[in-house]
Structure formats: structure tokens, C-alpha cells
């Protein structure tokens, strides 16, 4: 048991925080200093199934991307333009009302609760 929480802790700390922390910055980079492009929905999914993730492809810079849909699926249709926050270089995009925040309060979270679980690996006897 001891080992197994000890293992468990750095698990959690290294792949659910810090793997996906290089990612969560660039995106908190492009909320805070994205430029608001214009994009042209050209494939909208048929969303059946209500814990599935569905996603829209759009078109921009004569390139095709994809984006997990931030609304029910009805509200998209091909040739719609979507507003989007953009940093030239990356593939990355943000609806411009979404944010990034709560994610890395959620991370922090999972990096106290690695650490716990690390420190009672250590001191069970």
C-alpha cells in the first residue's frame, strides 16, 4: 500500500500536471494575447450520445482544424463563420468567451493531492 500511493502521487503529479502544462500555458498565452480571427465552419457532426465529445472542423488559412464544439451542435452549420482567438504559429484555438483559468486551478489541486498522497506513502509504517 505504501508503495502503491507513493507510485500513485508521482503518477498523478507528472502525467495529469505536469505533461499537460506546456499545452495549458500556450492556450492561457493565446486567451490573454490571441488575435480575433474569423474561421468558416465546413463540417458539423451529427451529436448523438450525450458523453461523447464532439467535434466542428473549420476552415482557416486554407487549412482545415478542429475544435471541440462549446455548444449544442444545432447552433453550427457548414459555411457559419466562427470568431476565434488565434496566435499565429500555433494550431491553437480558443472560443473568444473561453477561458483558461479554471483549469489551472484545477491542476493545482491534482498537484496537492499527488503530494498527499506521496507524503502518506512515506510516513505509513
Given at each position: 500500500?505504501?508503495t502503491?500511493?507513493?507510485?500513485g502521487?508521482?503518477?498523478?503529479?507528472?502525467?495529469?500536471?505536469?505533461?499537460p502544462?506546456?499545452?495549458?500555458?500556450?492556450?492561457?498565452?493565446?486567451?490573454?494575447n490571441?488575435?480575433?480571427?474569423?474561421?468558416?465552419?465546413v463540417?458539423?457532426?451529427?451529436?448523438i450520445?450525450?458523453r461523447?465529445?464532439?467535434?466542428?472542423?473549420f476552415?482557416?488559412d486554407?487549412?482545415?482544424?478542429?475544435?471541440?464544439i462549446?455548444?449544442?451542435?444545432?447552433?453550427?452549420?457548414?459555411?457559419?463563420?466562427?470568431?476565434?482567438?488565434?496566435?499565429?504559429?500555433?494550431d491553437?484555438?480558443?472560443y473568444?468567451?473561453?477561458?483558461?483559468?479554471?483549469?489551472?486551478v484545477?491542476?493545482g489541486?491534482l498537484?496537492?493531492?499527488?503530494?498527499?498522497?506521496?507524503?502518506?506513502?512515506?510516513?505509513?509504517?
Amino acid at each position: 500500500m505504501k508503495t502503491f500511493l507513493i507510485l500513485g502521487g508521482i503518477f498523478v503529479v507528472i502525467f495529469a500536471c505536469l505533461v499537460p502544462l506546456n499545452r495549458d500555458l500556450r492556450e492561457y498565452d493565446t486567451q490573454k494575447n490571441g488575435q480575433l480571427i474569423t474561421a468558416v465552419v465546413v463540417d458539423v457532426p451529427s451529436c448523438i450520445g450525450a458523453r461523447v465529445q464532439h467535434f466542428i472542423k473549420f476552415r482557416f488559412d486554407s487549412k482545415i482544424y478542429s475544435k471541440r464544439i462549446g455548444a449544442p451542435c444545432d447552433q453550427y452549420k457548414v459555411g457559419q463563420t466562427l470568431k476565434l482567438k488565434h496566435t499565429p504559429g500555433t494550431d491553437l484555438f480558443l472560443y473568444v468567451n473561453e477561458t483558461k483559468e479554471s483549469e489551472f486551478v484545477s491542476t493545482g489541486l491534482l498537484v496537492v493531492a499527488g503530494i498527499l498522497f506521496i507524503i502518506m506513502g512515506i510516513k505509513k509504517k
